[in-house]
């Protein structure tokens, strides 16, 4: 979600850098004519009568019992299959190579009979994956930020673009009392406005979607007073953006002893939304914090209720978890998460690996919310970035190690090798040694015996996409380091 905004920026980008130039330019007062006229086509594509179709059948979804799910998602897997084998280029090559047995997967649960499918054979051929009856050019074509440097392209149809809008809308607008038409602001990673800009705005306003899109390249301590001034000239609901930013904006608020800003609820979205950002978040802006985990595939879906559990949404994909020899894992144990989307019968993904560690919940556990969506108990992050301990652990969310009460505005950790650690640290107001000495002992205690270096920088380096990745692990690119 957090790849979709309303301003001219998010095409110009991808296709003609001149534009993008010349939309730099423009007057505040232009960019955001511009914005809402880009604005205007998206509330189109997206809000049109698939949109209110189904809009009622996700509602009505969410309280099914399992055997409901079961027949639904076995009716759609088995047409999704047929459909793969007989027009999609890729699956069409494996299953006639032996290599793809569709004959022998009935349900979701036999879907571990197939193969898994890797992202960077996605990369390498993605038309290979887009069924035979689809037209890009009548598509929507999405590009992935990652962090390879290689953008994954993916197609979505009119009817899979407004059926994801529909999943949106009902299980995170509807879930948080807000709707579409509220007036809501978002802390993104377009560049709507130069990164070389010193005064405001840092921001655009999308008038037909009511949508302040605001830049997460200049939250800046001298420049956040003038993000929540325009929060409150604006009126804004509810915020929606990266948990960095999110956090970045919530604290300085609290330095500032700012309480002026109220909203209904603040979105985190494509980053994890660690204990220390939320409780930062819901005391600034007297709100809850609320979690999503929506990758931009479409493949795997996950909205968290007011009781703070994370759903995942089975009529968007199937979901497995599987271990370092793509066995699965029990519920309840960490896995790479392996996926099929149900949602995409056109750019067709079946299991594969989303790139992102997780726990799954168990199959008969309830939500006191009332909905019956299974649930997905933890996201451990990116595959790729899990630490590695000494004794061969893997470890993955470390966010109970910066608690809300450590003097510290962000923090990344780096494990540059097996038995070493950077924690590179923003610190906040009054921060001392006695806050490393605590990052230090939180980081042993999940580790074990491992030197950990306190690095003090001024800011956080953003990726491409201006998001914060809070763990990196260069074991991973360099097996050697370990």
């Known amino acids: 979600m957090g790849r979709f905004p309303a301003a001219i920026a998010d095409k110009a980008a991808g296709v003609n850098p001149t534009l993008l130039k010349l939309y730099h330019h423009l007057p505040a007062g232009l960019q955001s004519f511009v914005a809402s006229r880009h604005g205007a086509r998206l509330m189109r594509l997206r809000y049109g009568e698939v949109y209110r179709r189904e809009l009622p059948r996700f509602a009505e979804r ?42 022998e997967v009935r349900t979701a649960d036999d879907l571990s009979r197939l193969p898994i499918l890797e992202k960077e054979t996605v990369r390498a051929a993605p038309r290979d994956f887009l069924a035979d009856d689809c037209t890009p050019e009548n598509m929507y074509e999405e590009a992935t930020s ?24 009902r299980r995170i607008r509807h879930w948080n009392d807000v709707r579409l038409g509220d007036p809501w602001a978002m802390l993104g990673g377009q560049l709507i406005v130069p990164q070389a800009r ?14 302040l899109y605001m830049s997460s390249y200049h939250l800046r301590g001298d420049f956040l007073d003038a993000y929540l001034d325009e929060l409150l000239r604006r009126q804004i609901v509810y915020l929606f953006g990266y948990a960095s930013s999110l956090d970045a904006l919530a604290v300085h608020a609290l330095e500032r002893g700012r309480s002026d800003v109220r909203l209904r609820v603040a979105i985190s979205n494509a980053e994890p939304l660690y204990a220390h950002q939320r409780e930062h978040i819901e005391r600034a802006f007297g709100c809850p914090a609320r979690d999503m ?52 019968p056109d750019h067709v993904l079946i299991r594969y690996r989303q790139g992102d560690r997780g726990v799954l919940g168990p199959r008969d556990e309830r939500c006191p919310c009332g909905r019956t969506l299974p649930l997905l108990a933890s996201i451990e992050g990116r595959s790729d970035d899990v630490l590695l301990s000494p ?17 510290v505005r962000e923090a990344q950790i780096v494990q540059e ?23 230090r002992a939180a980081i042993c205690q999940r580790m074990g015996e491992v030197e950990v270096d306190i690095e003090i920088v001024d800011r956080l380096e953003r990726t491409s996409a201006g998001k914060l990745r809070a763990v990196i692990s260069k074991l991973s690119s360099n097996p050697a380091l370990v």
Request: glycine share 6%.
């Open 293 to 344: 985990y929506a990758p931009a595939e479409l493949t795997v879906a996950a909205f968290e209720c007011r009781e703070r559990r994370m759903h995942l949404s089975p009529d968007v994909g199937i979901t497995e978890a599987v271990d370092e020899h793509d066995r699965l894992v029990e519920p309840g144990q960490a896995g790479d998460l392996v996926v099929t989307s149900l949602l995409n």
């Open 146 to 169: 990652g962090t390879t440097g290689t953008p994954l392209r993916l197609w979505w149809s009119p009817e899979t673009h407004q059926s994801w809008y529909a999943c949106f809308e």
């Open 417 to 439: 090798r097996l038995t070493r650690l950077v924690v590179r640290v923003v610190p906040a107001p009054g921060y001392a040694e006695a806050d490393a000495a605590a990052i």
């Open 198 to 211: 010193t005064r405001p705005p840092f921001w655009v306003w999308n008038a037909p979607a009511r949508q």
């Open 62 to 103: 969410e309280t099914w019992s399992p055997a409901q799910w079961a027949n639904w998602q076995t009716a759609r897997l088995q047409a999704l299959l047929l459909r793969a084998v007989t027009l999609v280029p890729y699956y069409r090559r494996e299953h006639a190579a032996g290599r793809f047995p569709i004959n």
């Open 391 to 407: 004794d061969g652990r893997k470890v993955g969310r470390l966010d109970p190690v910066f608690k809300a009460a450590l003097r």
